[in-house]
């Protein structure tokens, strides 16, 4: 700004020196509010040279006065925002325009970048012609960089749902899409629709006004969620949804709805599909147990002819073959007695073979009884019921068993002892010194009790078959049997809860292992034989 001086002494003395006074104190407050001024403020030349740059604008880019003084604002603008920067200064000074304001960024004395707002506007000469530019630029890097963020973030929740391995959308207060995932399109058939901006009802004319009743509900603060719902489309299909609804919040306010949906159709058909499936079974089961209800009381009629009507004419046979020998032996040669004796040996097997076969059918429909057992107990009971057995083939037993407490059926269990101990004895009846042996090894479920003998034993490759009905390995001259004893064995124990198996060596007798629950002892109460 230039001075205006005038001579002393005229007419216009005394408001001339006024006029400089209040003009000189114009300037002075001029120059402190453009050094002191809280933004960054330039004077710089229509050529891009700085005139005149305050003491802010110096903090703002790093530089002394001196320093930027020496610089043009093109050499501090970031490259990228140049060809902006210049075309806002050509239309300026073209007058097209009397002012404008862009973001920009500005490249520090150190490297760094920093953002700032630019508000520029051109003083012009007398004669119109560019005079200078007025620059005043705003620090904004702190806010930029949170709205850089903001946005980044943006960014990133709009890929994650784009990606996300679930069906996930996001729709504003008018419910029109934000975003939402591929899996959404994939589970609504809308691929390739371009659904940002469109409404959700439009996209679903058939939601129900309940839907919306619950969008609203959503839309005023509540979280709302079903484990399982049945929607029926607009084409008349039915899906059916896992779902949520909940608000999102932008600034503390509600902005719109963040919807989940998993479409559980395939499990929902699966469980009807099984429910329908264990109503079958059940009416399966319902009409199987009749026919296996009606099939018992036939096999208990079967049982009770075995038992009545095919025993009836056996003891007529084993009646007249006994008066036969007794009273008209004197009557027959040797051929003829051995022929009857033979006759009698027959009808004791056959009687042998029906009672074991009603023992087998007894122990298959029979209700066991459990209990706690003491094993050892049964054990020295089975022993002492073929005491002279035992003393007439000279065997000798072993069995100092401590108190063995196991679950079971003492009827069922004493008969496998029973043929147990029976098998060893006649198998082991030939050897030098006949011996049998008991004993036991447990865990915390099971005790398995083990009888060994010393007998003729047998080949491993049949130590399954000798359980199965009518199974023999030796001649019936030489051990008698009806071939049922260890399939009653079996099916007793098997019924029981546990099982049975044998080892065994030709020639070096057999062990069988007979492994049964073991009762808890501190809550056992011992049914003694």
């Known amino acids: 700004m230039k001075n205006i001086y005038l001579e002393p002494g005229s007419a216009n003395h005394c408001s001339t020196r006024a006029y400089n006074h209040n003009t000189k104190e114009g300037e002075s407050r001029f120059q402190t ?5 809280t933004v960054g403020i ?4 229509p050529e891009g040279r700085w005139l005149r740059v305050n003491r802010k604008l110096c903090a703002i880019l790093g530089y002394t006065q001196d320093e930027l003084m020496a610089l043009t604002f093109r050499d501090v603008t970031y490259p990228d925002d140049l060809k902006k920067d210049s075309d806002n200064t050509r239309h300026l000074l073209g007058g097209e325009v009397s002012t404008f304001s862009m973001e920009k960024r500005y490249i520090r004395k150190d490297g760094g970048v920093i953002w700032a707002n630019l508000q520029v506007s051109l003083v012009r ?5 560019p005079d200078y530019f007025i620059s005043v630029i705003e620090d904004i890097q702190r ?3 949170a709205e850089i963020a903001l946005q980044e973030s943006r960014e990133q929740l709009k ?3 784009e990606y996300a391995p679930a069906a996930l959308a996001m729709v504003d207060h008018e419910m029109r899409y934000l975003a939402c995932s591929q899996r959404w399109r994939s589970d609504y058939g809308l691929h390739g629709r371009d659904l940002l901006g469109v409404s959700h009802y439009e996209i679903f004319p058939e939601i129900s006004e309940e839907w919306k009743a619950i969008h609203r509900r959503c839309l005023a603060g509540e979280t709302i969620r079903a484990e399982e719902d049945r929607f029926v489309r607009a084409d008349g299909s039915v899906q059916w949804l896992r779902w949520e609804v909940r608000p999102w919040y932008q600034g503390g306010a509600i902005s719109g709805i963040a919807m989940f949906a998993e479409d559980i159709t395939s499990r929902k058909q699966s469980e009807m599909a099984l429910q329908q499936l264990n109503i079958d079974l059940e009416e ?3 009409n199987r147990t009749a026919e296996l209800k009606t099939l018992n009381q036939s096999l208990e009629g ?3 002819s075995v038992s009545h009507d095919l025993k009836a004419p056996l003891r007529g046979i084993e009646g007249y073959s006994r008066l036969l020998e007794e009273d008209y032996t004197d009557r027959l040669d040797d051929e003829g007695r051995l022929f009857v004796r033979n006759i009698r040996i027959g009808v004791r097997r056959m009687n042998e073979l029906i009672d074991d076969l009603l023992a087998y059918s007894r122990m298959e429909r029979r209700h066991l009884e459990s209990a706690v057992l003491d094993l050892s107990m049964l054990v020295k009971q089975e022993i002492e019921g073929f005491r002279e057995e035992i003393a007439a083939n000279g065997v000798e037993i072993i069995a100092d068993l401590p108190p063995l407490l196991v679950n079971g059926d003492r009827d069922g269990l004493a008969m496998a002892l029973r043929n147990l101990l029976e098998n060893a004895i006649k198998f ?3 050897a030098a010194h006949p011996r049998i042996e008991f004993g036991f090894v447990h865990d915390d479920e099971y005790i398995t009790l083990w009888i060994r003998d010393n007998g003729i034993g047998f080949d491993m490759k049949y130590s399954e078959r000798i359980f199965e009905l009518f199974e023999r390995l030796h001649r019936q001259e030489t051990y008698p049997g009806t071939g049922i004893g260890l399939a009653l064995i079996r099916k007793a124990v098997h019924r029981m809860g546990g099982e049975i198996r044998a080892q065994s060596t030709p020639g070096e007798g057999a062990t069988f292992h007979l492994r049964l629950p073991r009762a808890l002892e501190k809550t056992a109460t011992v049914m003694e034989p």
């Open 33 to 37: 509010a453009f050094e002191y001024a």
């Open 42 to 45: 330039s004077i710089v030349s």
């Open 125 to 129: 000469k007398a004669d119109n012609t």
């Open 143 to 145: 806010r930029k960089k």
């Open 159 to 161: 890929l994650f749902i």
């Open 284 to 286: 399966r089961i319902a």
């Open 302 to 304: 079967f049982v009770y």
């Open 428 to 430: 082991s009846r030939h």
